[in-house]
């Protein structure tokens, strides 16, 4: 007797609100895949705490067989419902290997790869970082960690996004303790929980010992919900990761204030979120303002001592006096004033160079270390050999170290200041956000018993949120009472207010204008739009573009080479001063010819910085992708940025891209002796089960021949069918429906009449789409269904061609329509009634052609041709599943932002070359000056201090430049056009 296999999965079924069915219209995060793909049949467990497992049974061989295991699995406690369908090697619900063997068949476990949810995604702040050569070493450590996928640490955001395998690196501290033990501050930013769950931080008043600190933990540990709790004693911090569907902040705060006789009082820590970055930030740039005013109370005396008293006759007398044997008082005084700046202000240089030797690389604190010490201790050197010696005349360099180390930090102050600005479109995100939430307290019949206000961060899922005319939205959900109009402008790009009443959904952070609204909050804490829009920047500032990976490799010898160059200058000078390779009159009267070649030498070491270098494309990748989302063209990272500058030609689907997306039947001829409403009740039932934008036209024009038109109730549709690209086909009234195309028609061997064939050619050349409708294989009749062109679709295909850029449709709907809206668009190459595989090939094609495709689309189908094109473009009205496969999110859903998103790439581009121009320009040019090249035919020399301030204002250069592109302004020829606010109601 043959032995069947019969797989069983155990799979988590993932929870919906059931009082809210319209899709968002706002990017989404990626998901993980909902359903599991087994080869042979399978059985899945509906239980949510089940985790992920796949069973093979053996010594089934007949229903009966299938029926006993079903039996077994239904008595378990939890299982709702269990169905094994051996014919159709498919089954449902699942359970454990116990149950299986104790029906009396063998069980084996067997690893499902595609359910395991095996790779967690986690972000870390970094302190300390200095150049590309430390953003270098820490990637490199993290890489090393066995379990480790992915890493990507930005310098400009400071950032680090790690994704690893949870099985292996047990805990994120780990990571951590990595990043710590290269030599760098790591501070934890989300620790890689699932998209649907939330964290937030809370700070505990009243709290005197540990021991209350750990009550608090366990009375909040008991809670439903609650994935993880760290306390900070020392801070009276809790940071708690929960579930935002069973529990909410609110409910913390009162766990807490009912602990411990009520004398704790809980509220939200003022630094969580967002704002920690920008305290961070904050903090950093006061540490280096203090940092460079304290260096300039000491190095603006060594400065006058050295350069300005000294041409002073009676004080220059006082200077000179001598202390001891030939040390003067100006010696002396500049070497105490020096000390303070070299190893207390200067401390941060030290500990740098340590940490990055201690690893084996080299980064700037290494240079500027290696050029203020050589000052320093030769400067100190001659300062003990004349206090030691009545006839030697050497002279000090202690300004030297000292205003390189002032130069240094001012330049750095700037920087980061400089730095702040260019991450300032997160910032203008997350302030979109209203602080206050007026909450209603509902009675058993919904009636307002009372309101509150509450701090929006506190809003918990199924809140009942009043908003008020000129108030914010304070939550994602949807309208229960009221209706108004709200603009949506700072979210979408929607220049329009859009009118919301009852059943409407809002998104948070948009203006409520007229009227007052009473919402359901459904979304809240990191599933908001806002959080995710404001994740997907940061997500895209972080990602590396191709064209980094120019800088890293250049870093990454950069410090060696400066250092080797460094000394082969003052050997070259010291040996040829040494065999009078020039003459003495070249040698300044205050130095001799070691101390001309060390300052060449030093100059070279601190002017070649690999700063600017590193922050050349973070810092323009970050104005780009924050201007981009304030313009309503979401950047998912550097990579899509760079295609995107390269790209010549444009496919465009039709539905919902070229068109409005919101079809609609304008004809019906009958080819049968029926009635109108049966016709339509028919195909309707059969088209419901469809998400195509032409089913969902013909079912809303269906509602029209019923008096229940808001919720129908269709006829049941059994044996339904979609065929994609086709149509559909279903059993109803015992009447096999067949509605598509005339391909599908054809398929099926159904004759199609010279009346239909006609209709359908009218249709076509009106740039209409005709669809065919078969009754038990006959055609009974022809649908007429127009989809408007959008407004300016026209003008924008003509800014593309002057644009040099190629523009193709491709599209599932029938060659007549294709090539009536390819015509009126201006498009000439159109490739119509192709599949979603078909599309992407068609990419593919052109890529092989030489071209750099760009693909905008809306549709599931359209999904396979976002992921093949180099840049995939996603319409922000369209499906979750094409907005997660493309790079680019046009949240305006209109034509221009095409236009947008590749001017704005195009021009970042352009400020990426401006500051590698700056950055080489500065090391290409300053380094041989540095060395002295000018200096025999010109005697000009670069002195250390002014070299380091070079140095120092090439970095603040560089992120100037990038923030020029805060004023970028879309294309004039767009400011004429009429698209703006379109919305079909």
Known sequence: MATKLLALACIKRESHDGLLSPRSHYPSMPKYPKGVSVQESSVELADSEAKPAVFSVMGMTCSACAGSVEKAIKRLPGIREAVVDVLNNKAQEATIRET??????????????????????????????????????????????????KVQVAL???????????????????LLETIQDTGYGAILISSGEEYHISKIELKVEGVRTDHSMRILEESLQALPGIQHINISPELKKISLSYKPDITGPRTFINVIESTGSRRFKGSIYPEGGAGGRETHRQGEIKQYYRSFLWSLVFTVPIFLTSMVFMYIPGIKHA?????????????????????????????????????????????????????????YFYSVYSVLRAATSKDFKGTDFFETSAMLISFILLGKYLEVLAKGKTSEAIAKLMDLAPETAILLNLDDEGNVVSEEEIDSRLIQKNDIIKIIPGAKVASDGFVIRGQSHVNESMITGEARPVAKRKGDTVIGGTLN?????????????????LSQIVRLVESAQLAKAPVQKFADRISKYFVPLVIMFSFSTWLAWFLAGKFHGYPKSWIP????????????????????????????????????????????????????????HKVDCIVFDKTGTLTV????????????????????????????????????????????????????AWPEARDFDSITGHGV????????????????????????????????????????????????????????IS????????????????????????????????NSIGKEVGIETIVAEAKPEQKAEKVKELQASGYTVAMVGDGINDSPALVAADVGMAIGAGTDIAIEAADIVLMKSNLEDVITAIDLSRRTFFHIRLNYIWALGYNLLGIPIAAGVLFPSTRFRLPPWIAGAAMAASSVSVVCCSLLLKYYKRPKKLDNLEIRGIRIE
């Open 156 to 174: 400009a955001t400071e950032e680090a996004q790690i994704h690893y395998d949870p099985k292996i690196v047990i805990s994120y501290n780990q």
């Open 729 to 784: 086909k279903a059993i109803v009234r015992d009447k096999e429906i067949i509605v598509g195309n005339k391909s599908l028609i054809l398929d099926h061997n159904i004759t199609i009449p010279v009346d239909a064939q006609d209709m359908l050619a009218e249709a076509e050349g009106m740039a209409q789409t005709g669809i065919l409708v078969s009754i038990d294989s006959e055609v009974a009749g022809v649908l007429a």
């Open 661 to 712: 997306g919101k079809p609609v039947v304008v004809n019906t001829k009958l080819l049968k002796n029926m009635v109108l409403r049966e016709f339509y009740e028919l195909i309707a039932a059969t088209e419901v089960n469809s998400e195509h934008p032409l089913a969902k036209a013909i079912v809303e024009y269906a509602k029209k021949f019923r008096e229940d038109d808001e919720n129908p």
């Open 787 to 818: 989809d408007p062109l959008k407004p300016g679709a026209e003008e924008a295909i003509s800014i593309l061609k002057s644009m040099k850029i190629k523009s193709i449709m491709v599209t599932g709907d029938n060659w007549g329509t294709a």
């Open 513 to 529: 204008e007229n009227g007052v609204l009473h919402i359901k909050a459904t979304r809240v804490g990191s599933e908001s739009a």
């Open 319 to 375: 200077f000179d006096t001598k202390v001891v044997n030939m040390m003067s008082v100006g010696m002396l005084l500049r070497w105490v004033l020096s000390t303070p700046v070299q190893f207390i202000i200067g401390r941060r240089f030290y500990t740098g160079s340590y940490k990055a030797l201690r690893h084996g690389s080299a980064n700037m604190d290494v240079l500027i270390a290696l050029g203020t010490n050589g000052a």
């Open 589 to 644: 009267s205050s130095m001799d010819s070691f101390e001309l070649a060390l300052q060449f030498g030093i100059s070279v070491m601190v002017i070649a910085c690999p700063c600017a270098l590193g922050l050349a494309t973070p810092t323009a990748v970050m104005v780009g992708t924050g201007v981009g989302a304030s313009q309503g063209v979401l950047i998912k990272g550097g990579q899509a940025l760079e295609s995107a």
């Open 100 to 149: 299986i063997e104790d029906a009396g068949f063998e069980a084996t476990l067997i690893e499902d790869e595609t359910n395991d949810r095996s790779i967690q995604e986690c972000r870390i702040r970094i302190n300390g970082m200095t150049c590309t050569s430390c953003s270098s070493t820490i990637e490199s450590a993290l890489q090393a960690i066995h379990g480790v996928q």
